[in-house]
Structure formats: structure tokens, C-alpha cells
């Protein structure tokens, strides 16, 4: 016969209720989190009505998910696990562009352009050239590498954030050339905060916390043969680059958008970021 549940058993007991669990990870999984999610009950003894409130405090955060927006990222944002797990999952070698989080807004599939097009199908704003190369850690250009660009717009919403707009503004798939390179036209994003009108946004006004994120632009850089790169290019200058709400920015990601001329003495505003690549025998060790 099984001791009795209690504080003292109560641990064990439930760890060892998945002992015959087939399979190796998930078995370590849940092992782990009963031992941490014991623990940290344990630790801060929560009472009746406060344990109810974190399952309404859950079960809101669910009611806010739908196909456009995932609330549960949002909280893992907040929390920094997003970039935690990113943290862990991409130990990149050096000389290779780091990642930071996705984000809750990769949520429709981005249309295929040509080099050159621009992402502003309806979104207007200060207009704005973003070009780069892709290239392996050697420096050798990427050819046919696919760039995958989202971001929000002058006012700092995404297009699935605004009825009116179509599910690709600002959103492009590209291909790099034989030179590796890349460019396109589009409109220059504004901070923005993240969705605050479900439960996290409550979670952050009762914490004094901002909900504000700086200006950037998300890439997904893919190439045959090397580690695919989820990251962002974030503007010099905007707000909340020292205190973005999510935890995301890297300083090796910041770049300064700066004033060119064409031919006719034209100015125009230009941001470049090039993009490396580790190949797949290059990864840094760790799980990753």
C-alpha cells in the first residue's frame, strides 16, 4: 500500500506516477516540471482563492488565443521564456547572426516577391530601402537563400491586427541572388506595444510594467545546408531598445538607418543587415 498524499509525499508520488511512460523525454518532461511546479507551490504557499485565480488567470489567457493572435506566446514573451528557449535552442558560433523570438504575429504565410518589390501594399509611412546579403561563416555569398520579412507598420500594428488591412502588407518571402544579396522597399516601422486588452496586459499594469517593444523588423533566413535563423533588425535610435518588454533585443542586431542619395541627388533612407549563417556540421554544441 502507497503512503498517504501529502506535503511530504506528495512529489514522489506524482513523479512516480509516470514512471511507466514510454516515452524517454516526455517521461523526463514531466518529472522535471512536477519537481519545479511542487517546488515553486512550496515555496510561495498559495491559498485557495489565489490557486482559483491563477486557473482564471489561465484559462482567460486561452480564451484570448484565436488563429491571429496566440496570448500564450505573449505570456511566455513577457516571462522571458521565449527567449530563454531561443536562447538555448540557437548557441550560435561565432561570427553568426543571433536569433531572438518569433514573435506572436508569423501567422499567415508570406506572399512570394521579387527583389525589389515593395512589402507596403496599403500601409503608408516614411518610406524605407532594407537590403543585406546572406553568407556563410566563411563569408561566401548564399545564393537562393529564402528571406522570409514581416513587421508592423508607421503606427505599429500588423496587418492580421487591422480589419481593414489584407493578410500580407508588409510581409514578403525572397530569394537572394547569386551574390547572396537581397532588397526590398517598404514603409519604417514604428514601437509598438504588444497586445494589452487580454490578461497579460492586466499581468503588466499590475506589475509597472510598459508593454512596448522597439521598432524592428522580423527575418526568417533559410538556406540549404546551414541552420536556419529567426531574428530581427531593430532601428538605432527608437524607444525601449534598453527595455523591450519581451526581452528580445541583442545589440549585435541594432542598426542605424541612414540618409542616401540616388543618381538625381534624391535622398532616400536605407537600413543594411547581412545575414550569416552557420552550416548544419557548424552548430554550436548544446540540445540546439
Same mark, same amino acid.
Given at each position: ?27 523526463? =518532461?514531466?518529472?522535471?516540471? =512536477?519537481?519545479?511546479?511542487? /517546488? ?20 482567460? #489567457? ?40 518569433? /514573435? ?29 546579403? #546572406? ?44 551574390? /547572396? ?56 535610435? @527608437? ?12 545589440? @549585435? ?21 547581412? #545575414? ?13
Amino acid at each position: 500500500m502507497t503512503a498517504d498524499f501529502s506535503e511530504e509525499t506528495a512529489t514522489a508520488v506524482v513523479v512516480d506516477s509516470f514512471a511507466r511512460t514510454p516515452d524517454d523525454r516526455l517521461r523526463t =518532461v514531466l518529472g522535471a516540471l =512536477v519537481r519545479h511546479l511542487h /517546488g515553486f507551490v512550496r515555496e510561495v504557499e498559495p491559498t485557495q482563492a489565489e490557486w482559483e485565480a491563477a486557473i482564471g488567470f489561465l484559462t482567460a #489567457v486561452g480564451a484570448m488565443c484565436d488563429d491571429k493572435r496566440q496570448e500564450f506566446i505573449l505570456l511566455s514573451d513577457v516571462l522571458g521564456v521565449s527567449m530563454l528557449v531561443d536562447a538555448i535552442n540557437h548557441r550560435t558560433p561565432a561570427g553568426a547572426t543571433e536569433s531572438t523570438v518569433l /514573435g506572436p504575429f508569423h501567422v499567415v504565410r508570406s506572399p512570394e516577391r521579387v527583389l525589389g518589390d515593395d512589402l507596403a501594399d496599403v500601409s503608408e509611412g516614411e518610406p524605407l530601402l532594407v537590403r543585406g546579403r #546572406v553568407l556563410d561563416l566563411d563569408g561566401a555569398a548564399l545564393a537562393g537563400a529564402a528571406v522570409d520579412v514581416w513587421h508592423a507598420d508607421a503606427e505599429g500594428f500588423y496587418d492580421v491586427q487591422k480589419d481593414a488591412t489584407p493578410d500580407q502588407d508588409l510581409r514578403g518571402l525572397f530569394h537572394t541572388d547569386e551574390d /547572396g544579396r537581397f532588397w526590398f522597399r517598404t514603409v519604417e516601422p514604428s514601437h509598438y506595444p504588444i497586445p494589452d486588452d487580454g490578461p497579460v496586459g492586466d499581468l503588466l499594469r499590475r506589475t509597472k510594467r510598459h508593454p512596448y517593444r522597439p521598432a524592428h523588423i522580423h527575418l526568417i533566413v533559410t538556406a540549404d545546408g546551414h541552420v536556419p535563423v529567426t531574428t530581427h533588425v531593430f532601428l538605432d535610435g @527608437s524607444p525601449y531598445l534598453d527595455d523591450d518588454t519581451v526581452f528580445g533585443v541583442k545589440r @549585435s542586431l541594432v542598426r542605424r538607418v541612414r540618409t542616401e542619395h540616388d543618381a538625381d541627388g534624391t535622398p532616400y533612407r536605407v537600413v543594411d543587415f547581412d #545575414v550569416t549563417l552557420s552550416g548544419d556540421g557548424r552548430r554550436a554544441a548544446g540540445r540546439g
